[in-house]
C-alpha cells in the first residue's frame, strides 16, 4: 500500500556536524514532498519542500534531495545547533499542494544534537 | 509571520461530551484542513476544506466529526459525541494565497477525553 516511512527513528549529531535525515516513500505518483520539523508540544513547522520534478532544493542550511528511481528522500542539515532538536517528518502528496492537503505523513525522526 | 491560531490550547472533556476546536487560519490562504496526532504516533490527516465544503476526508473523519466555517475568519472541528480514543493533538492547517502550496499547521489543541 502507499506509505511514508523513516529508516532511521533516532538520531544523535554532535553540535556542528551536519545532519542526514532519510525518508522511503512508496507511491510512485506522490509528486510533491515536505519536510516538517516538531518540537516537543508544538506543531509542524515547514522546513523545506520539494516538487518531483526536482531533485535538489537548498534552503538556509538545509537542503532535500530526492530520488526517485529508489523513493528516497534525505534532509540534510548542516552545522547542526541545539535548536536543531526535534522530530523531523517527512510528508507527500500526490497533489501539488493547493486543495490536495491530504498529506502522508511518516513517522518522524527524532534528532537529539549534542552540545 | 502569519500564523495559524488555535484555541483551547487544551481541553480536557468527560466522554460523550460535544467538543468544538476553533482556529484562525492564515487570513489570505483558501485551503483549510485538520490532522490529529496521537500521542507518540505520526500525524493523520482528518478533513481539507475549501470554498465553503468539505473536500477530502479521511476514514477517521466519521459522522462524528464535522467542520464548519462560520464567518470569515474562523475555522471549527465538532466531535458530537467524544470517545476515549478521541484524545489527541488536533492541528488545523492552512494554504493558499499569496504563500503558494506550502501548508501551514497551528500549534495545535490538546483533547483529553476521560
Known amino acids: 500500500g502507499e506509505s511514508v516511512g523513516l529508516h532511521l527513528p533516532t538520531l544523535s549529531v554532535q553540535e556542528g556536524d551536519n545532519s542526514i535525515i532519510n525518508c522511503a516513500y512508496s507511491?510512485?505518483?506522490?509528486?510533491?514532498f515536505i519536510w516538517y520539523k516538531q518540537e516537543s508540544g508544538k506543531g509542524p513547522q515547514f522546513i523545506i519542500d520539494?516538487?518531483?520534478?526536482?531533485d535538489k532544493r537548498q534552503g538556509q542550511r538545509v537542503t532535500v534531495l530526492l530520488n526517485k528511481t529508489v523513493k528516497h528522500l534525505s534532509l540534510q542539515i548542516a552545522a547542526t545547533q541545539p535548536g536543531d532538536s526535534a522530530v523531523y517528518f517527512c510528508?507527500?502528496?500526490?497533489?501539488?499542494?493547493?486543495?490536495?492537503?491530504?498529506?502522508?505523513f511518516g513517522k518522524g525522526t527524532k534528532l537529539s544534537v549534542k552540545p | 509571520e502569519p500564523e495559524v491560531t488555535q484555541t483551547p490550547s487544551h481541553q480536557v472533556t468527560q466522554m460523550g461530551q460535544e467538543v468544538i476546536l476553533r482556529c484562525v487560519p492564515i487570513?489570505?490562504?483558501?485551503?483549510f484542513y485538520w490532522y490529529r496526532q496521537i500521542l507518540g504516533q505520526k500525524v493523520e490527516f482528518l478533513v481539507s476544506?475549501?470554498?465553503?465544503?468539505?473536500?477530502?476526508k479521511s476514514e477517521i473523519f466519521d459522522d462524528q466529526f464535522s467542520v464548519e466555517r462560520p464567518d470569515g475568519s474562523n475555522f471549527t472541528l465538532k466531535i458530537r459525541s467524544t470517545k476515549l480514543e478521541d484524545s489527541a493533538m488536533y492541528f488545523c492547517?492552512?494554504?493558499?494565497?499569496?504563500?503558494?502550496?506550502?501548508?501551514?499547521f497551528g500549534e495545535g489543541s490538546w483533547l483529553t477525553v476521560v
Open positions: 492547517a492552512s494554504s493558499g494565497g499569496s504563500s503558494g502550496n506550502t501548508i501551514y
Open positions: 507511491n510512485s505518483a506522490s509528486d510533491y
Open positions: 520539494i516538487r518531483s520534478n526536482m
Open positions: 510528508a507527500e502528496n500526490s497533489g501539488y499542494g493547493g486543495s490536495q492537503g491530504n498529506l502522508i
Open positions: 487570513s489570505n490562504h483558501l485551503y
Open positions: 476544506f475549501y470554498n465553503n465544503e468539505i473536500s477530502e
